[in-house]
């Protein structure tokens, strides 16, 4: 799990680099395109966003973007070893995040 507070542009284009970029890195293979929601004003303001999943052959990676508050929340769900590290870096690279949270299981 890796959560902290992004400050570039966060868009449906964005997320789909995000998991094109991770999975590449990482050597994570999908078998499918993103799946992306946008919440479009429905809710409260503070958690307009997106939630997103991409499905790896060994599971998924399921990420959630609060866009007014700028913050994002990754989860890594997969059974083949990855470098926990790298995926903490990459993540950290990609949204700009000055200081994240991160937790292996």
């Known amino acids: 799990m890796v959560e902290g507070y992004f400050s570039i542009d966060v ?9 094109s970029t991770l999975t ?10 993103p799946i992306i929601h946008h919440t479009s004003g429905v809710g409260k303001d503070e958690n307009q ?3 997103a999943f991409v499905p790896l052959i060994d599971s998924g990676i ?8 700028r ?14 590290q790298l995926a903490v870096e ?8 000055g200081e994240v949270a991160f937790k292996a299981f």
Do not use: H, P
């Open 11 to 19: 868009d449906e284009t964005t997320i789909r680099t995000f998991f």
């Open 24 to 33: 590449g890195k990482l050597q994570l293979a999908t078998y499918g395109d």
């Open 49 to 51: 966003g997106y939630d």
């Open 62 to 69: 399921y990420l959630a973007v609060w866009s007014n508050q």
């Open 71 to 84: 913050f994002f929340s990754m989860i890594i769900y997969t059974c083949k070893d990855f470098n926990d």
């Open 90 to 97: 990459a993540t950290q690279a990609f949204f700009n995040a």
